[in-house]
């Protein structure tokens, strides 16, 4: 459901930062002018690099390799503020999401879409797991220009989705 809804948001010129990279990042290649992604598995980057490349995506997309929780934070914070139209989360278990995702905040377009994987996983997502829809727009200050659209499965970890997108 939440890839159904992204594909009826996005234009195809979307500049994308996909913070643990994938599936979700083959998806945006296909779909957006680029993406820029941050993997902290080097067998498992080469591996997406691999089939970006089998199915024409390599010049959309760009990984850099990350050793552990705070060379990623340190990638992230490096980044042009206001660089991205869309900013994804969702790296390997192990590490906090939540630092991930609030210092990726800046780099985000005031009109730009946030995507939360397992978003509502304590272990991933420590210090942020908890808040409800309003509490996430109340805490990014972005209660009067942007809505939650959560998409629940009962069979995966943290609950699914979360989408913030421009209302």
């Not at 934070?73 to 503020?81: A, F, V």
Request: glycine letters at 8%; aromatic letters at 10%; proline letters at 2%.
């Amino acid at each position: 459901e939440a890839a159904l809804f992204l594909v009826g948001i996005l234009n195809g010129n979307e500049a994308v930062l996909d913070i643990g990279v994938g599936s979700s990042t083959l998806f945006f290649g296909r779909r957006c002018g680029y993406v820029d992604g941050l993997e902290t598995n080097k067998v498992w980057m080469d591996k997406v690099l691999d089939t970006a490349y089998v199915h024409g995506l390599d010049k959309e997309i760009n990984i850099r390799h990350a050793n552990g929780q705070l060379q990623m934070e340190k990638y992230i914070s490096e980044i042009e503020n206001q660089k991205y139209d869309i900013v994804s989360v969702d790296t390997v278990w192990g590490f906090n999401r939540s630092a991930f995702f609030k210092s990726a905040i800046p780099k985000l377009k005031p009109t730009g879409i946030l995507l939360l994987d397992n978003y509502a996983s304590e272990h991933l997502f420590p210090s942020t797991h908890m808040w409800t829809a309003e509490d996430t727009l109340k805490q990014l200050s972005m209660e009067n220009t942007h809505t939650v659209h959560d998409f629940h499965n009962v069979g995966w970890q943290g609950n699914g989705t979360r989408i913030i997108c421009k209302k």
